[in-house]
């Protein structure tokens, strides 16, 4: 909310946390509508939220998206697991305008693991 205030200081803030579950942050996404906030940010992750359908948060997130808000979510909080360097610009594949960016010896692409997870239920 600081960084909000310090861009945007006449605008009305408001908070609701998400942290006790998947489902309570859902209903904190749709309180947070009607209450008439009109831009809602999060940066919570739930990992037992699945990956390849919408969860209960993204289904409340598509609810006040087509109420007319705009929703943003963090990519993620594990700072000292991400990717951090300099922009090295390199060409883009044909048909893509702009640059891309030079992962080391020309590739564009950015390399992760993705490890099996075990079920939590």
């Known amino acids: 909310m600081q960084i909000v205030h310090d861009i945007a200081p006449k605008a009305d803030l408001a908070f609701r946390t998400g942290f006790i579950s998947a489902g309570d942050m ?19 992750t739930f990992i037992t939220e699945p990956f390849f359908q919408d969860g209960v948060v993204a289904q409340a997130v598509d609810n006040v998206a087509a109420q007319g808000v705009s929703y943003f979510s963090a990519a993620g909080n594990f700072g000292n697991k991400s990717y951090s360097a300099v922009f090295n610009p390199t060409a883009t594949p044909n ?27």
């Open 26 to 44: 859902a209903q904190g996404i749709l309180a947070l509508e009607q209450a008439n906030c009109d831009v809602i940010v999060d940066d919570i």
């Open 95 to 121: 048909g893509i305008v702009g640059s891309a960016h030079n992962f080391g010896g020309g590739d564009i692409y950015q390399s992760l693991t993705l490890h099996q997870a075990t079920t939590l239920w």
